[in-house]
């Protein structure tokens, strides 16, 4: 071999193990400072005695108006930082109604959830279901036929690992009618869904299920393991301006922070609903510290999911917001 090329094969070697010290200690920075990163992750969440999850209600503007797509959901909720999410069914009608509505259409719809959930490593917590008849009314026929249609969204659960699903409780508006229609439909379908280790909650959702009082004696009355209910901060109207169910100027609140507490004993998730926020980012219409009190003090420690229906900021502002007080509150209570 001849000089010059020993010469330049040794330059070459110097700049090769020049290059890979460097390149090795840039690579340990990098871990030093991701672990660093994952440490302070892991240290909000040690100072929270909750998780939290993010409703799909949050997001209902952009994906009724076409800016988001429902299947992005799970991507959506990583980047904001979310462990778990909640999905709304309601919001998936429009695609499973373009795939023509069929069993193989809801199975692929499923096997893309589970998928996007796993790939962005988000936990599926519940499915809100919505429009599959009322498990409440007075009629025998009817309410049979709304438990057999949940049944489709137990199934679906289970296939996504999530542990519950939030049902509605509409139907009769005489208390006495409305408890015992709402004890058999919910009993009936809670009882199909403790074979799949699936809950069944209900929320304060308007109507006689925001009076939280009957809520839990129907609870009680089902006396069921796998029933419950979900608390939402919000959603205590009984009785709207026309007899609407939504929408329309509320008439008669039932007392929010007396509603939660009577229903964390029962309570398998809870909504942290928000609307809008002062300068100092406090909720203006809800104490978030009085809230997260009451469902410490009930000794839950499960997920708490935003969900934003504010009107003057951006769905993503209104849910970081929302994020921020939560995190702020839930600190200040360890």
Known sequence: MNQPLKKILSSSLLAFFMITAISSC???????SQTAGEQIE?????????????????LNKPIFEGKMDPLDFAEKASEMGFEGIEYVSGLYNPWLEKAGNSPEAFQNLLDTLKNRSERYNVENVLIMVDGEGDLATPNDMARNQAVENHKKWVDAAEFLGAGAIRVNLFGSEKPEEWKTASIDGLKKLSEYAAGKNVNVVVENHGGLSSNAALLVEVIQGVNMENCGTLPDFGNFCLKREGGAQWEATCLEDYPKYQGVEEMMPYAKAVSAKSYEFNENGQE????????????KDSGYTGYIGVEFEGQNISAE??????????????????
């Not at 840039?26 to 030093?32: D, L």
């Open 284 to 295: 203006t219409s809800i104490d978030y510290n009085r809230m997260l009190q009451i469902i």
């Open 26 to 32: 840039k690579n340990e920075v990098k871990n030093e």
């Open 42 to 58: 892991e240290n909000v969440a040690e100072d929270l005695f909750f998780k939290l999850s993010l409703a799909q209600w949050s």
């Open 317 to 334: 502002e209104g849910i970081l917001a929302t994020k921020q007080l939560l995190t702020e509150e839930g600190k200040q209570l360890n």
